[in-house]
């Protein structure tokens, strides 16, 4: 099959929206891949998401980020199956951290790679959500 052109929106548990843009590909075992070019107002050169549940981390592009996001999500013996880095414009990346199904993030976690990935640069340096691709209508 042949690669299809996506827009999705998502809505976050906080209210706000999240677009997805790119493409949907299907891989060589049956299923498919998001091929994403931006994400929210987040534009980089290219991510690849499966329909499964993520934690996205937006932060500034200093060193040790990779780091504090997985150190803050290990310490909730939370697992990490995959992770993708989304190099973006503007001196910003994105990361995408794949969890187990069984996995429910508990409250305070996303505050808290907020505010280690920010490190010093100001309460809205980073963001971070949860979203879940596993069930979506494509």
């Not at 997985?70 to 013996?77: I, K, L, M, Q, R």
Request: charged fraction near 20%; aromatic fraction near 6%.
């Amino acid at each position: 099959g042949f690669a299809s052109e996506i827009s999705i929106d998502y809505a976050l548990k906080n209210g706000e929206h999240l677009r997805f843009r790119g493409q949907i590909e299907p891989t060589g075992t049956g299923g498919i891949v998001y091929v994403l070019k931006s994400i929210g107002d987040f534009n980089g050169r290219g991510i690849q998401l499966t329909p499964t549940r993520y934690i996205l981390a937006e932060h500034p592009d200093v060193p040790n980020q990779i780091g504090r996001v997985g150190s803050a999500v290990g310490d909730e013996n939370i697992n990490i199956t995959h992770f993708e880095l989304m190099k973006g414009y503007s001196n910003r990346n994105l990361i995408a951290c794949a969890l187990n199904d069984g996995n429910e993030v508990p409250r305070g976690l996303l505050d808290r790679i907020k505010t280690e990935t920010s490190v010093g640069m100001g309460p809205k340096a980073s963001r971070a959500s949860v979203v879940d691709l596993r069930n979506y209508n494509h």
